[in-house]
């Protein structure tokens, strides 16, 4: 099929086939999406270092926790293109490894995150009476918690480690997700089209799972995307307090944590995962921006 | 008509709250019969459609359908044998789903086999041609969308047809097409329909018996062809009578 005529199967006013009509909407996203170069740039940025997270082993050059006493905290050159680090690891080898700990943790965090959220916010919202006060007051105790201390709090009750960081980050992440899915609930469940589908004879659960859910996908998804970046800093943050990845894994905030004494003599060390931190969060900001203009149904 | 009918309504009464939108209505529909239910806007007509679809859960009095008592839950049966039509063809579909998954909806929850054959028969008794089939709610017209709302009201075989309104929220010109495509529909499949309108045209096109609603209360029962004949005893039928035949000029 040459690239024109598969533009207009995508773009047909009269689609054939269940498929044509599903792809022909993904396209027109895409279309809308593309619009925003700052998003696709977003986009590119992310894909790029989900590659580099997971191809790590091909592309470092370095075994990341091999030291190398002699030849610590050098500066960027050939055989080290980032420099080493303070046990004269190589900071390249080290960012790709840590790139798959960090990102790893919030690939983890979103898979426990959104599902429960999106469940017990669309749950509630449905269902009102009870359950959504009982589900909303759950909420709002975990939502009143600040963020990081009871991450803290619960790293330090377990053992510090990837695993407890990842539990304790989604721990509190949730309840933003549940008052969104609610609210967005809230607004559907008494339209008409709701009530049609009640009138096939449908279950709750069915109602809510093929009709309720799929409205609530896009602006959840956006605000799951917005908030990587919060969750990154989060993972940073725990790390670098020691409280998540533990030595000799290599993670952007363990990696800035140790290195912080030579920030004013051999500044890229700590400099260089602080960049990557930094990057991965105004990608993941600039690709949720975009999918709001293109998702977020009060717009369309 | 001495056989039993098909919907019974005896002293419903439906709260919202603390306010009382339907007090003590009964009236009674026979097989086949489509009964009209006319008013002004807030005075219950919706409530009491929407109270007998089960949308509503606050009220009390008795219903049945094809003598079968209802309670504070409907299952699946009853949905299988009533269905409904909304106002607002706009509102009633699912924004994200093609009209086919919008028509399979009803065959999957039932059970139906043959959902291919059924959808494209279904679309093909509302008129609607088969290139709607796998396009959204947005990109077709305000009376294919309802086109789209009978059918999937249509599509399980049901029985009892309620109408709410099908067709105030559509043009003029399309409201003929959608009122003649109902009343087709209506002889072909012997459905038994309650219709609410707040025009007297429309009621008397398609309704042999109608009821006047006021305030929640049912003012007076009374046959198309009293209607016709100038025979409405209330003041508040004469005012809409009135009316009407002032909107025709």
């Avoid at chain 1, 940025?45 to 997971?54: Q, R, W």
């Avoid at chain 1, 790709?96 to 919030?106: D, E, F, S």
């Avoid at chain 1, 721990?171 to 967005?184: C, F, G, K, S, V």
Wanted: glycine residues 8%; hydrophobic residues 50%; charged residues 20%.
């Amino acid at each position: 099929m040459s690239a024109t005529t598969r533009r207009e199967w995508l773009l047909s006013d009269t689609p054939a086939s269940r498929a044509q009509a599903r792809w022909g909407r993904r396209y027109q996203l895409w279309l809308a999406f593309r619009r925003n170069w700052l998003a696709v740039a977003g986009l590119l940025i992310v894909v790029a270092m989900l590659l580099l997270a997971i191809f790590a082993p091909l592309l470092a050059t370095h075994d990341p926790g091999a030291q190398q006493l002699a030849n610590r905290l050098q500066p960027p050159s050939a055989a080290h293109w980032f420099g080493t680090d303070e046990l004269g690891r190589d900071s390249w080898s080290r960012l790709l490894y840590g790139g798959r700990v960090t990102l790893g943790m919030v690939v983890a965090v979103v898979i426990l995150v959104a599902p429960l959220g999106l469940v017990v916010g669309c749950v509630a919202g449905y269902a009102g009476g009870l359950l959504d006060k009982v589900l909303m007051r759950v909420t709002d105790v975990f939502l009143a918690f600040p963020r990081l201390i009871l991450a803290l709090a619960f790293v330090a009750a377990m053992k510090p480690g990837v695993e407890s960081a990842v539990v304790a980050i989604a721990l509190t992440a949730w309840p933003p997700y549940a008052r969104l899915a609610r609210a967005e609930t809230l607004t559907i469940r008494n339209t008409d089209y709701i009530a049609a589908v009640r009138m096939t004879g449908a279950s709750h659960w069915r109602v809510i799972w093929k009709h309720v859910t799929p409205m609530c996908m896009p602006s959840l998804t956006v605000r799951v995307t917005l908030d990587m970046s919060s969750i990154i800093l989060t993972a940073a943050g725990l790390g670098f307090l020691g409280l998540g990845a533990q030595p000799p894994i290599p993670e952007w905030g363990t990696m800035i944590a140790t290195a912080r004494r030579f920030i004013l003599e051999q500044w890229w060390v700590p400099v260089i995962p602080g960049i990557a931190i930094f990057t991965a969060s105004l990608a993941f900001n600039l690709l949720g921006d975009g999918l709001r203009d293109v998702l977020d149904p009060k717009q369309r | 008509m001495s056989q039993l009918p098909m919907i019974a309504i005896e002293h419903l009464d439906v709260h919202f709250g603390s306010s009382h939108v339907v007090r003590d209505i009964s009236f009674s529909v026979a097989a086949g019969e489509t009964f009209g239910l006319v008013g002004e806007s807030g005075s219950g007509k919706s409530t009491v459609l929407r109270t007998i679809a089960g949308l509503n859960p606050g009220w009390d009095g008795r219903m049945a359908v094809a003598g079968q008592n209802l309670g504070p839950r409907r299952d699946r049966a009853f949905f299988r044998r009533v269905q409904m039509v909304f106002q607002d063809p706009y509102g009633s579909l699912h924004p994200r789903q093609t009209v086919d998954r919008i028509l399979a909806e009803p065959l999957e929850v039932h059970g139906i086999a043959d959902a291919e054959a059924r959808i494209a028969r279904a679309l093909e008794e509302v008129a609607l041609p088969h290139t709607a089939r796998f396009r959204y709610p947005h990109q077709l017209s305000g009376g294919q969308r309802q086109r789209v709302a009978i059918a999937r009201a249509l599509i399980a075989d049901p029985s009892v047809l309620l109408l709410d309104e099908p067709t105030s929220a559509l043009d003029v010109s399309v409201q003929a097409e959608v009122l003649n495509l109902l009343s087709d529909l209506r002889e072909a499949r012997q459905l038994t329909c309650i219709l609410v309108s707040h025009n007297l045209a429309v009621i008397a096109h398609l309704c042999e018996r109608l009821a006047v609603m006021q305030g929640g209360r049912i003012v007076e029962i009374l046959s198309e062809a009293e209607l016709r004949a100038g025979r409405a005893k209330h003041s508040h039928t004469q005012d809409l009578i009135a009316l009407s035949y002032e909107l025709e000029g």
